[in-house]
């Protein structure tokens, strides 16, 4: 137990404890809600590293626990070697060196096994556009002819077939904005209706800043 507690204390198993001890609190808040495993998706590319195609969360945590077993194990050797001075510290140092490939490589097989249980975001879809404003680009729109061009989430554009029933309550030419409210599976459109741009209300205006004294009008 002594040469347990020796070789966990000591570098480079040190550095790999101190990591895991955040990794479980971490996944802990998971557990109870308190943290989402996708948190850091955004800020790290792990594709670079190899171990991409699953959560940062996820691989991150794989390397650190690796590592943490191989520094520990690694740590006992050097221990048990009777090393010391610069003899024991290149020995460390190549230990630290060693835990991190390794975790490296066993870390990109197990995510190469693993990688289908974490299926990447759905491609884009036509049914995206549903709901959203179009601008039509055809001189008319009928039951059977009519385009438009429609703008995705991402700030993309598209040219999309479109259709309005008859008899249409308003005509929509080149220039006017529709509704998109309906898609055909068969026919590849999507059923368009009139839409008021000076309908939408936008985005809510923002709040006056308040100040602690009404200011004073204008003396005459």
């Known amino acids: 137990m002594r040469e347990f507690l020796d070789a966990t204390l000591s570098f480079p198993a040190v550095l790999f404890a ?11 808040l998971v557990l109870v809600g308190a943290a989402d495993h996708h948190s850091f998706d955004a800020d790290l590319d792990t594709d670079l590293a190899g171990v991409g195609g699953v959560p940062v969360t996820v691989s991150v945590s794989l390397v650190v626990a690796v590592g943490w077993f191989t520094a520990l194990t690694g740590s006992v050797l050097v221990h048990r070697s009777g090393a010391t001075g610069t003899v024991r510290a290149v020995l460390a140092f190549g230990v630290l060196a060693g835990a991190l490939l390794l975790a490296w490589g066993a870390v990109r097989l197990l995510v190469h096994h693993f990688r289908r249980f974490f299926p990447d975001q759905p ?3 036509r049914q995206d556009f549903l709901g959203r404003v179009c601008t039509i680009r055809t001189g008319s729109v009928g039951s059977d002819f009519g385009q438009a061009e429609v703008a ?4 993309s554009t598209a040219i999309v077939q479109v259709r309005q029933l008859p008899p249409a309550d308003a005509e929509l030419t080149a220039g006017s904005a529709g509704l998109l409210y309906a898609y055909d599976e068969a026919g590849e459109f999507f059923w368009v209706s009139s839409y008021d741009k000076a309908l939408d209300p936008g ?16 003396t005459a």
């Open 18 to 28: 101190a990591a895991l001890v955040v990794v479980i609190a971490f996944w802990l």
């Open 203 to 218: 985005p809510p205006a923002a709040e006056p800043p308040r100040h602690g004294r009404t200011a004073p009008g204008p």
């Open 152 to 155: 995705a989430a991402d700030g």
């Open 123 to 125: 491609p884009p879809s």
